[in-house]
């Protein structure tokens, strides 16, 4: 049994414009131990999934279907009194920009002292050990001092060190990480990954992790899910994507990876940009900028072998197209 | 500390300007002997009189007795009661302190729970109401809330008095009247007529900033954390929208000050206002010169103290202040 | 060119000629019933006012029209004279309706004088602070800053305890209270003005700084101080029948409504509401009906909707 199985997921906005199906009919599942890349443009619906998990959905959004299990329970549409006992707690979320998740007028130890007395009774000295031992694991010099100070004493790169070891305080048994890495630096992203990956080792934690980025994860994650306007197109494990990509989407995304293209070769760029929210075609969603699009691919909404396209097989294979 | 000393010389700067200015108002306007001297004196007692209060010497030399004088408490005497204007002052200043003090914790108190109500529950039927009561509280000319409140609770429906005091209890040395009943039903009235304008203030200040703050990633990361909802509003979101509020109460203060002078006329309350109002009808211009200096220092004692509260609250004021 | 257009008519009708600034401004600012209603408000009683010795059924100050038996009669009641006061009679058997006609009138007149001489002040001062910067900026902007860091009622009661009461004295006191707000305000959007590329182009042309000031800044200038000016006639006229209140403000021969309300104050005891009452109930829709247009042209005049 996975540790956080999705299945059909619906999450829906309903504006006044109309309703937006950010998420529409996305299954995956994480195990206990395992990287899973969720990789997809901005307003793919990745963000929102991940959210959905937490059961931080805002009005005028709400999950409208399908179902969310974690550790063999239901959570979708738990009551927010049973929610907020299982984050931070057992599930624990990383968001994007560092400068942001941190709040600017607390206490680097306030901070991370109440995730602890939200979930459990322990005293404020035990605690404060306790969080002052995270933040050295996260890789903070002088912890003991550190844990006077207020967020805007610490770099872009130091305070996500600070939401990851607040993330980790409770041991929880699935992190959703929501490009953690992206607001950083190149060279700090590697340390932020690396610090992830071995983290998550050592406490055999899950990890969804969201990117638009598919190189970052490349080498960590174990398998990658690839989201298209708020539907998976394409899941398979990190190498099978990357050396054989299926979908005709992830085949852009992959050629649009530099590393991938031999020096002096045009980088492959997927032409036009992903369907309005509020008006996506009926069948497959990817059609208006696909390069092997043909008659029948409007009316199609189908999945073979994993990939949403119903000519996958037809597909010319990747050394042709690149050719 | 530097930042404190800097301050404290702009302060002081400030006093100097002011005092010059009043004082070079009262120089170029009337003339004090024709109020102090019998109409019937000789030119020569009227010599004697100009002498003795120095108006013969030029202006400048005349702004500095008066400074000087000033540095020492002496403001001169009041024509009308014979006796030091200061005294006066400071005499009426605990009635008029524990007015404004009873307005701020009124607009405080009820402000900012309505303001963040407004601001978490935005578009519904409760926030509106909150919302257009403010606009409505903004509208109103102080004064003519005061007959209103005075109209409904005390005419119609006879609940609280309207005028004066009342009882004045004494608690670790302090007289004031919020520690007898009828002390508190006497400042019911104007303690609330007072705290309107700014009541509607601190909401609109609550709610906007609640507004701004509930949307940022740090409240999201707060519910990612699992903290209750109550933690979240009282602590996280809270400590940030105070920082705007506070700086308009400690604004405000002062301004409730000032104001007190319409609240104190109406509802006979006897504080510096009330005894400013009264001595410019009596053209009593010592007391005026009096309340004038006091109130600038209660202005500048009250911006020096905001900006050094509002460098407690965000921690990121001091920062700035290390890097300078 | 002209197969064009003979082609394909519709394509001129889809592309209208660019909408003058004006109209725009006026078909945002009707497409709010709020604002209507306010602009509609503020009509009636500024029209009213203006009209108010054709309109009353008598003239509250001429005292051969008053009647002492007319004293202090309830609203509706019918006078000695046979005249009925809808609104009631004051305390020398004044209509109320006629005593509010003619205090608005005072009141918007000292408005409409004290804020409209303020702006021009305040225009002046702070767009020549703004453009020569430097010495004369930091001065202006010193005074600006130490004026405003008091309350407006305060610096108003102080100069008036000097001048005295007075309608040239009040309306002194409300320029000298406003012009600051208006100095920085006209500095503010100068200073932002400034720096863009048509006044370096009037730069390079070598127009004069007269010219470049006021052919040029001004225009784009005007915008958000209209809307500063709307609000600061509101304040300027509740700070007038405050003062008048408090007895500092206009004299009894100029009733404003300030004036009308604190003579009526000491008949609220007893119960004889309608004195106080009414002229405030005047005062409050004149005042939230400027502050209903100004808050729309806040919104229609905002910079970040003109493209």
């Known amino acids: 049994m996975s540790l956080l199985s999705i299945d059909n997921l619906q999450t829906h906005f309903f504006t006044s414009a109309g309703v937006v199906k950010a998420v529409d009919g996305v299954s995956y599942s994480v195990d206990r131990g395992e990287v899973l890349a969720v990789v997809g443009e901005s307003g793919s619906g990745k963000s929102v999934t991940g959210l959905s998990v937490m059961g931080l959905i805002e009005p005028p959004g709400r999950i409208a279907g399908g179902s969310i299990r974690f550790d063999g329970k239901e959570i979708a549409n738990l009551p927010q009194a049973q929610m907020r006992k299982l984050r931070g707690a057992r599930i624990a979320m990383i968001f994007q920009d560092p400068m942001m998740t941190l709040n600017p ?46 967020p805007h004493q610490f770099s ?94 992830s085949r852009g995304l992959i050629g649009s990876v530099p590393s991938r293209n031999v020096r002096g070769t045009r980088l492959a760029q997927i032409p036009g940009g992903p369907p309005p929210p509020l008006n996506r075609p009926d069948g497959c969603r990817f059609a208006p900028r696909c390069t092997f699009r043909k008659q029948g691919c409007e009316a199609a909404q189908e999945i073979r072998d994993d990939v949403r396209c119903w000519r996958v097989a037809d597909l010319p294979a990747l050394e042709e197209v690149s050719a | 500390m530097v930042y404190i000393i800097r301050r404290l010389m702009q302060a002081v700067f400030l006093a100097l300007v002011m005092s010059f200015l009043v004082f070079a108002g009262i120089f170029s306007v009337g003339d004090p002997v024709a109020i102090l001297i019998d109409p019937e004196a000789t030119q020569a007692e009227r010599v004697r009189l100009v002498a003795q209060l120095g108006l013969d010497r030029p202006f400048h030399e005349q702004y500095f007795i008066f400074l000087g004088n000033v540095l020492q408490g002496d403001f001169g005497n009041s024509f009308v009661y014979n006796r030091p204007a200061l005294e006066l002052i400071l005499e009426r200043m605990p009635a008029t302190l524990e007015l404004a003090f009873a307005s701020i914790v009124i607009a405080v108190v009820l402000g900012i729970p309505l303001g963040v109500y407004a601001g978490l529950r935005h578009g519904s039927v409760g926030s509106k109401t909150i919302m257009a009561g403010s606009i409505l509280g903004f509208s109103v000319p102080n004064f003519w809330q005061a007959i209103m409140l005075i109209l409904i609770f005390a005419v119609i429906l006879g609940w609280l008095p309207v005028s004066g005091r009342g009882e004045v209890g004494q608690f670790m040395g302090i007289h004031s009247s919020l520690f007898t009943l009828n002390g508190l039903k006497h400042m019911a009235l104007p303690a609330i007529n007072l705290a309107i304008g700014h009541l509607a203030l601190v909401i609109r200040l609550a709610r906007s900033g609640t507004r701004e703050v509930r949307a940022q990633d740090y409240i999201r990361f707060a519910r990612a954390k699992g903290l209750s909802e109550k933690r979240i509003v009282m602590v996280h979101l809270l400590r940030n929208i105070l920082i705007p509020i506070v700086t308009l109460v400690g604004m405000s203060f002062g301004g409730l000050i000032a104001f007190a002078v319409v609240t104190e006329s109406i509802f006979a309350w006897p504080g510096m206002g009330k005894l400013i109002i009264d001595s410019i009808h ?43 | 060119m002209t197969d064009v257009n003979t082609l394909n008519p519709d394509l001129l009708e889809k592309k209208p000629a660019p909408e003058r600034p004006v109209w725009r401004v006026i078909r945002e600012f009707r497409s709010s019933h709020l604002a209507m209603f306010g602009l509609f408000l503020l009509l009636t009683i500024v029209i009213a006012a203006f009209l108010a010795p054709w309109i009353t059924p008598q003239n509250p100050y001429d005292l051969r029209s008053l ?57 002046t001062l702070g767009m020549v602070a703004a453009y020569f910067g430097g010495r004369i900026d930091t001065i202006v902007m010193r005074l600006v800053d130490l004026h405003l860091s008091f309350p407006p009622i305060l610096v108003a009661l102080i100069l008036l305890a000097v001048l005295g009461r007075g309608l040239e004295n009040i309306i002194l006191a409300l320029i000298i209270v406003q012009w600051a707000t208006f100095a920085r305000m006209a500095r503010a959007t100068a200073l932002s003005e400034r720096n863009r590329e048509y006044v370096e182009a009037a730069k390079s042309l070598g127009l004069s700084r007269t010219r470049i000031l006021f052919g040029h800044l001004l225009p784009n200038c005007m915008p958000p101080l209209m809307v500063l000016y709307t609000v600061e006639i509101a304040s300027a006229i509740a700070l007038e029948a405050t003062l008048s209140f408090l007895g500092v403000g206009l004299p009894s021969t100029q009733p404003s409504l300030g004036l009308l309300i604190s003579n009526g104050f000491q008949f609220v005891m007893s119960g004889q509401y309608w004195i106080s009452v009414f002229p405030g109930i005047a005062l409050l829709l004149l005042i939230v009906a400027i502050n209903l247009v100004g808050d729309r042209l806040r919104d229609v005049l905002n910079p970040r909707n003109i493209t």
């Open chain 1, 105 to 150: 007028v607390l206490r680097v130890e306030t901070q991370m002292i109440e995730t602890i007395k939200a979930h459990r009774s322990m005293s404020w000295n035990k605690a404060w050990a306790h969080c002052r031992d995270a933040l050295g694991r996260v890789g903070i010099p002088s912890p003991d001092e550190r844990m006077r100070a207020y």
């Open chain 1, 156 to 249: 872009g790169g130091m305070r996500q060190r600070v939401a990851i070891a607040i993330a980790l305080l409770n041991k929880p048994d699935l992190i959703i990480a929501d490009e953690p890495t992206t607001a950083l630096d190149v060279t700090i992203q590697a340390q932020i990954l690396h610090l992830m990956q071995q983290l998550v080792e050592e406490d055999g934690t899950g990890l969804v992790w969201i990117t638009h980025d598919l190189s970052v994860v490349a080498g960590f994650a174990d398998r990658v899910a690839v989201m298209y306007a708020g539907e998976i197109v394409e899941q398979a494990t990190t190498d099978g994507l990357i050396t054989a990509p299926r979908h005709p989407y």
């Open chain 2, 282 to 324: 009596l053209l009593d211009r010592p007391v005026v010169v009096a309340y004038l200096i006091v109130i600038v220092m209660i202005f500048i004692i009250l911006n020096l103290l905001v900006d050094l509260l509002y460098s407690l609250i965000d921690p990121r004021i001091r920062l700035d202040e290390v890097r300078q």
């Open chain 3, 67 to 123: 009647s002492i038996m007319d004293s202090r009669l309830a609203p509706g009641e019918v006078g000695f004279s046979g005249l009925s006061f809808w609104l009631g009679t004051d305390g020398q058997g004044r209509d109320m309706f006629s005593a509010i006609l003619y205090g608005l009138r005072i009141s918007l007149t000292v408005g409409l004088i004290a804020c409209t001489v303020a702006l021009l002040l305040g225009l």
